[in-house]
Nanobody, 127 residues
């Protein structure tokens, strides 16, 4: 199983970026796909998640109204559209996949909900 995150970079405050997470190696039907981020000196935190089958999405309060998670089933790819970026959004962003088996064990915001992780992509927002 491989999750390949891309799309990070340097952007000015107020700008936009779109992150991509290409998934391969298995069928992800029924999986929960998520984005987390980790800033220097801080713990990895939940950003957004989406079900692979139904159109249900979840967003952290800090990104509501600015970030949108979506997926393209045909391309096995999950996206994170980030608008109105702020310096505090600076972090390494990770995509993750959680199996249906863990659905009743951990909430979607918990890192333990997810089985597979991508390598991360750096997002830097300058003021």
């Amino acid at each position: 199983v491989q999750l390949q995150a891309s799309g990070g970079g340097l952007v000015q405050a107020g700008g936009s970026l779109r992150l991509s997470c290409a998934a391969s190696g298995r069928t992800f039907s029924g999986y929960l796909m998520g984005w987390f981020r980790q800033a220097p000196g801080k713990e990895r935190e939940f950003v957004a998640a989406i079900s692979w089958i139904v159109d249900i999405t979840y967003n952290a309060d800090s990104v509501k109204g600015r970030f949108t998670i979506s997926r393209d089933n045909a391309k096995n790819t999950v996206y994170l559209q980030m608008n109105s970026l702020k310096p505090e959004d600076t972090a390494v962003y990770y995509c993750a996949a959680g199996s249906p088996a863990k659905g009743g064990s951990y909430p979607y915001t918990d890192r333990r909900r997810y089985d597979y992780w991508g390598q991360g992509t750096q997002v830097t927002v300058s003021s």
